[in-house]
């Protein structure tokens, strides 16, 4: 009788190394179980077909949303949230302690009050300055941090922290975290929508939206109101009729595949990618639609305004609200972009500060108040949580030789309003001239760890493993700021 060629001696020798290291790697993969199981990360259970559907949070949440307005180049926060009356008093004196103040772009000059005048705002008599006059008016709805801190005070890896955790290309935006742990109770829309300027992008792009090493799906979609999605539109020379035609014979097709490659993960992935596309086709068109809109609700966002940038950007923050009605869970809203140069399109304040603002400001204040307006208005303020950030803040002296003020990491200001949050709040505090936080020192970690928490999610759990190491989007930091929820 002929021995089976898998049975000589060779295939046997063969087999029992294959065996041993098939041993040696179950064990390792049970001890990384083990592992994650001792260090209790929560992994969501995605449906490959249904990616984007629903899921449940750690706890109970607060916000089902979240809303990210992020000014880029760097709002400066003793201009406008961080009123600093020592700054006032000692106006075009040297700072103390700061001989000869090296910062990013070199040596500083005199510490310089704001050209504009802080005043008393709501029955909370925040004081905030005139440069953002409508937002000021919202001061009884927010929490203002201002003891937050950065990495960097460079704005490509400091943007980079603040929106993925990490200074360093190549991680997750939080948004594409968001979507991966909790989906999206939209079924036509993307669960994550970022929306550039209508000057551009930020300095770091689609680093921003970016899903990085978690499954691609969980990638933010970047439109705006001028930029819809493109490719979107049906060819005029097909017909409607072909048009349904073609997708029914598809999903024919489909359902045959996934009979044939039953828990074919990636197909049914796919398979998922082009129906919510098809889907897109007719939604996406609709949610840039502004016909339906009351004059005056056009007319509170500054849309008709003959400065065409706010006009613009005006009809991104309408465009953020129909995207949140939609209950798209993750919205990233951009003031800034950096094609046109240091502080032509964004808040990179520099060498002219006062002209530069002058012109910025309008463009950001009155939509951007209108959009939080228009939210609490629609009960849509209850459960959407709005994090209005920067990559950094600025010195409270000017640089030495220019009219603007250099970057500062050390310490700004960011605000939270809506879902879980206090209202007329402040926490954490810069020195007396706003160079440095000196009370309640916040991390973005802490910001990041905050927004998952108010979203059910407890982020040193949320986890994502990766080349060895569970990922989180605060790395191995962050601490919830309690004190700014309600």
């Known amino acids: 009788m002929t021995m089976h060629p898998l049975l000589n001696r060779r295939a046997l020798l063969g087999n029992f190394s294959t065996g041993l290291a098939g041993l040696a790697l179950a064990s390792l993969s049970a001890g990384r179980s083990a592992l994650a199981s001792d260090q209790g990360v929560i992994r969501p259970v995605i449906d490959p ?77 925040k004081m905030i300055s005139d440069l953002l006059p409508n937002l000021a008016g919202l001061a009884d709805e927010i929490s203002f941090i201002h003891s937050m801190t950065a990495k960097s005070n460079t704005h490509g890896p400091a943007e980079n922290q603040m929106s993925t955790g ?24 993307p669960a994550f929508v970022a929306i550039p300027d209508p000057r551009g992008v930020p300095q770091v792009g689609s680093n921003h939206w970016n899903s990085a090493f978690l499954p691609a799906t969980f990638q933010g979609t970047a439109f705006n109101a001028e930029r819809p999605i493109p ?37 049914a992935a796919r398979i998922a990618s082009y129906e919510m596309a098809a889907r897109m086709q007719l939604s996406a068109a609709r ?14 966002y500054g849309v008709d305004s003959s400065n ?74 209850e459960e959407t949580v709005v994090a209005f950030v920067t990559e950094f803040g600025r010195m409270p002296t000017f640089q030495k030789g220019a009219s603007g003020r250099d970057h500062n990491p050390k310490g700004f200001t960011v605000w939270l309003a809506g879902a879980g949050i206090k209202r007329g709040h402040s926490y954490g505090a810069t020195d007396e001239f706003g160079a440095k936080a000196v009370e309640n020192v916040t991390t973005i970690y802490d910001l990041h760890a905050t927004l998952l928490h108010l979203l059910g999610l407890d982020h040193e759990r949320l986890s994502y493993y990766h080349n060895g190491i569970e990922r989180r989007l605060t790395d191995v930091h962050g601490h919830v700021i309690h004190d700014v929820l309600s």
């Not at 200074?167 to 829309?189: H, I, K, N, Q």
């Not at 949610?287 to 509170?300: G, K, M, N, S, Y």
């Open 49 to 125: 077909s249904q990616p984007h559907a629903p899921r449940l949070s750690h706890f109970a949440p607060h916000a089902k949303n979240v809303l990210m307005i992020f000014c880029s180049g760097a709002l400066s926060h003793v201009d406008t949230w961080d009123y600093k009356p020592e700054l006032i008093k000692r106006h075009d004196t040297p700072m103390p302690g700061s001989d000869k103040l090296i910062t990013f772009q070199g040596e500083n000059g005199n510490l310089i009050k704001s050209p504009w005048e802080f005043r008393p705002r709501g029955e909370s008599g």
């Open 166 to 189: 990490y200074t360093l290309d190549g991680f997750p935006g939080m948004g594409a975290w968001v979507s991966y742990a909790l989906g999206s109770e939209c079924r036509d829309l």
């Open 231 to 267: 490719h979107l539109k049906r060819p005029e020379a097909i017909t409607p009729e072909s048009d349904l035609a073609t997708r029914e014979f598809v999903r024919f097709l489909n359902e045959q595949q996934q009979t044939a490659h039953p828990g074919d993960r990636q197909l």
């Open 287 to 300: 949610i840039v639609d502004f016909a339906e809109e009351t004059p005056a609700t056009l007319a509170a």
């Open 308 to 381: 065409k940038t706010q006009a613009g950007f005006a009809r991104n923050c309408l465009l953020a609200r129909r995207l949140i009605e939609k209950g798209v869970r993750f919205v990233q809203l951009f003031n800034g972009a950096y094609a046109m140069g240091e502080g032509v399109g964004n808040w990179d304040g520099h060498k002219t500060l006062q002209q530069q603002y002058s012109l910025h400001a309008p463009i950001l204040d009155q939509p951007a108040a209108a959009l939080i307006r228009d939210l609490k208005q629609r009960g849509l303020l």
